[in-house]
């Protein structure tokens, strides 16, 4: 296997967006070549993650796109494995450099969801669910978390104020990402008297819907030496399945493709959890920040709530969690939140993080779920010297 390099990337902001998906994955695609110093014809393939392009009425966004970079030939692959898309799309694209199929590849993660209302974007989000069972019978995603949530309170003690405790951190952070959904302070006050939207979950509790696009450029070793001076090597990538359904698991407050994703990730980059200087994780909801940080062994298995709270995952603390703000407060835009996760992992190893940078930041890891954990995807990233 070769190595491979995370060269560069871009992002548009995430919020509610006056551009469609398309336009979008142009403009992340296009900063991010820019900033890399290549030409467009260097990109040898595309891979982009898009999930909602229907309802927009476009599919097959690959070529559209390649398209519009002046690249209409180069190959494309469009990925869709609901919210972890993105992360799915950089994993597939990093086989095809490790295996020596291409030089340079860039992948665009791209989401369009502000031209729905809520109800109507609910009901799309649902169809990633396992929709026979769950979706059918009324199970929203903000429904499916919730009851996670319920389950891992009864289970381990966990309370409303520590899940509002990962809001209250993610805000915070955000407060300092340009390109964040939200600017907003809040405290966990704000949190507990915020409208109920699925018991226990409350508004400050989940993410938003967001529209935006991220991309990066990844390229092999070689061809990185020829263009960059700092290298930001690919170490692990993680990728596992699990059931799709909440009510097929052992322990409904555990994500099983987390656990077998951050192990495959830490095997093959030969690093161990003290490697890690920070994360980026899933948390679509506040418990989804708790249950990724137990599942990927950085706690024990019910001591994940404690750690917002006690200040461990702040950007100073001892395992900075989210620091661009998260899904919760970043936003997120579906197809583009695995490649997003990237774009702060980018940043903050290169120092150019501003006020959110993790001091000394050398290897970093981004988790990624799709769904309540039907797909996972984890990835490890470390700086060269
Ligand atoms: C939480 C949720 C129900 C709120 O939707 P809503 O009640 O229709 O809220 P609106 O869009 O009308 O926004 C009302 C206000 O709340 C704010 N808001 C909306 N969602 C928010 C969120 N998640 N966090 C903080 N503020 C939020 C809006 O900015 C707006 O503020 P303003 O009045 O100052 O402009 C919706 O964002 C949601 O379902 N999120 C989860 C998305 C999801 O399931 N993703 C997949 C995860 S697996």
């Known amino acids: 296997m070769r190595k491979v390099v995370l060269l560069g990337t871009g992002s548009t902001k995430y919020g509610k967006l006056n551009v469609t998906a398309r336009e979008a994955a142009v403009l992340a695609a296009k900063e991010a070549i820019e900033k890399v110093g290549i030409s467009n014809r260097d990109v040898e393939a595309v891979f982009v993650s898009n999930v909602f392009g229907m309802t927009e009425k476009q599919g097959h966004l690959g070529p559209i796109i390649a398209h519009s970079l002046g690249i209409p030939y180069a190959p494309t692959f469009t990925v869709e494995t609901a919210c972890a898309s993105g992360s799915t799309a950089f994993r597939e694209a990093f086989v095809n450099i490790a295996a020596g199929f291409y030089d ?208 461990v995952t702040e950007i100073d603390g001892k395992l900075p969690v989210n620091p661009s703000g998260g899904l919760k407060a970043k936003g997120h835009p579906v197809g583009a939140t695995g490649v997003g996760q990237i774009n702060e992992v980018y940043e903050q190893l290169l120092g150019e993080a501003g006020k959110r940078q993790v001091e000394g930041a050398t290897t970093a890891l981004t988790h990624n779920v799709g769904a309540t954990g039907g797909t996972c995807n984890v990835l490890i990233f470390r700086r060269g010297d």
């Open 104 to 311: 340079c590849i860039l992948v665009v993660g791209t989401e369009k969801v502000s031209h729905l209302d809520t109800i109507t974007a609910t009901t799309y989000f649902s169809y990633g669910s396992d929709f026979a069972f769950e979706a059918v019978n009324g199970a929203s995603f903000p429904g499916l978390y919730a009851s996670i949530a319920r389950y891992h309170m009864h289970k381990y003690g966990t309370t409303e104020e520590q899940l509002a405790a990962v809001a209250v951190k993610n805000h915070s952070n955000a407060i300092h990402n340009p390109k964040a959904h939200f600017h907003k302070k809040i405290t966990v006050e704000d949190v507990l008297k915020s409208r109920v939207v699925a018991s226990p979950l409350k508004l400050y509790d989940c993410c938003p819907f967001s529209d935006g696009a991220s991309a990066a450029i990844i390229a092999s070793e070689e061809f990185a030496k020829k263009h960059i001076d700092t290298l930001i090597y690919v170490l692990g990538t993680g990728r596992a399945s699990a059931p799709a359904a909440l009510f097929n698991r052992e322990n409904m407050a555990s994500i099983i493709s987390s656990k077998l994703a951050a192990e495959q990730a830490f095997k093959n980059s030969r690093l161990t959890h003290k490697d890690i200087d920070f994360m980026e994780v899933h948390d679509c909801f506040t418990i989804a920040e708790v249950i990724a940080i137990e599942d990927m062994g950085f706690c024990k298995k019910g001591e994940g709530a404690k750690l917002a709270e006690e200040g």
